[in-house]
């Protein structure tokens, strides 16, 4: 089975804090996806990377930035945290194109 | 650009019926995949049913089935036999067939299943 998984489930930061959210998978897919899921607003593309070192900005980037130094992992970085990055925070990979597999989230809350 | 419209935030439904969730998106490819994705209440997010625009035959999943309707660009979601582990949040989302495409989400509707 694939797994995609998260570095935590739940995390307080204060405004102004930088944020790193940790993904890895472990089933040698290409892609991974950082998305933020909100009530009413679904789910809403961040970054994504379809290859180590790279990244495309999804519909959603500003006030945040990725990276992708292994294959594996891909890491989600809010430079300086603000109350309106409050949110679920899921990370997703698939091989090449096809189906997305999801991670548990990160439930973040900047005070 | 796509889009896809989940027009209904709720619905319930009684344990042992069927009930069938709406979707429509809006596209000028010919070609594209769908799917919902099924987020359970504190749990991870996994695919339900996938169907491809270019065959004609609605996909089927043992109790879910899709009723894919490309002239109308709609595309429900049918659950048979509702159980209590249906309660999710249900996604419908959309990817063309290009290239690093993206999917696009729907905002989801929430299935609540009654005993």
């Known amino acids: 089975d694939v797994k995609v998984t998260q570095s935590s489930r739940y995390l307080v930061k204060r405004t102004g804090e930088k944020v790193f959210l940790e993904c890895v998978q472990d089933?040698?897919?290409?892609?991974m996806f950082w998305y933020r899921q909100d009530p009413g607003l679904g789910l809403r593309l961040i970054y994504f990377?379809?290859?180590?070192?790279?990244?495309e900005k999804g519909d959603i980037p500003e006030g945040y930035s990725v990276s992708r130094e292994k294959k594996e992992r891909f890491s989600l970085i809010l430079e300086s945290a603000s109350t309106n990055q409050t949110s679920m925070y899921l990370c997703a990979s698939s091989l090449w194109w096809d189906e997305q597999y999801f991670g548990p989230g990160t439930r973040l809350t900047v005070t | 650009a796509q889009t896809v419209t989940q027009s209904q935030p709720e619905m319930s439904v009684q344990e042992a019926e069927t009930v069938t969730l709406s979707c429509t998106y809006d596209t000028s490819e010919n070609n594209y995949y769908l799917f919902w994705y099924k987020q359970p209440p504190s749990r991870q997010m996994i695919l339900v049913i996938r169907?491809?625009?270019?065959?004609?035959q609605n996909a089927t999943e043992n109790r879910f089935s899709v009723n894919f309707q490309k002239a109308a660009k709609s595309f429900s979601l049918k659950i048979s036999d509702s159980q209590l582990g249906d309660t999710a949040m249900y996604f419908c989302a959309f990817r063309s067939t290009g290239a690093n495409s993206k999917l696009t989400f729907g905002k989801g509707i929430t299935l609540s299943v009654r005993p």
């Open positions: 089933m040698d897919h290409e892609n």
């Open positions: 990377s379809y290859d180590v070192k790279m990244k």
């Open positions: 169907q491809e625009a270019y065959k004609q």
